[in-house]
């Protein structure tokens, strides 16, 4: 049971409700709206990476699962597993994502950028040759947004992890409109 009540969708401002009917009536944005003063800057965030098409889906929910691996978070773990299936990513890279430690049987630009993710997400920071390989494979736009939906993923993370929300029994993360 969440530690902070959920908010009614009902309740919700206009935008927030529209948020939710194309995303999803999920627990998190009930969480989340809950502070109105902030969640409709975040709610466009979550659009704005959702929709760029700077990454292939596949590539954005590899990251997002490894995040949520990473800070053993339950909620985006349920939720970007149905996502990163869509997307392309098959149960035993589902299960190689979930490894302590490198992640072993990607493609190397995927490895590239799993690396940094982990290197990022376990030490707070990434060495300079970590940095320059994901330069290799990653334009400064990519390496920028790489960084940005790392940190939306990891902060939110954090959140769940502390607030506990239910995760949905139903409901379910839509990431195309």
Known sequence: MSRIP????????????DFMRRRGELNVFRLLAGAPEVFDG??????AQLDSRTFGPRLRELVILRVAY????????AQHTDVGRHAGIGDAEIRALSAEGPVPGFTGPENTVLGFVDELCVTGTVTRETFA???????EAELTELLLLVSLYYGLALLLNAA???IDDDARLVTSP
Not at 10 to 17: G, I, K, Q, T
């Open 6 to 17: 959920l908010t009614p969708v009902e309740s919700l401002a206009p935008a927030a409700r």
């Open 42 to 47: 975040w709610s466009t965030m979550v659009d």
């Open 70 to 77: 990473l800070q053993h978070c339950a909620y985006e773990i």
């Open 133 to 139: 390989a994901a330069r290799a494979v990653l334009d």
């Open 164 to 166: 506990e929300p239910d």
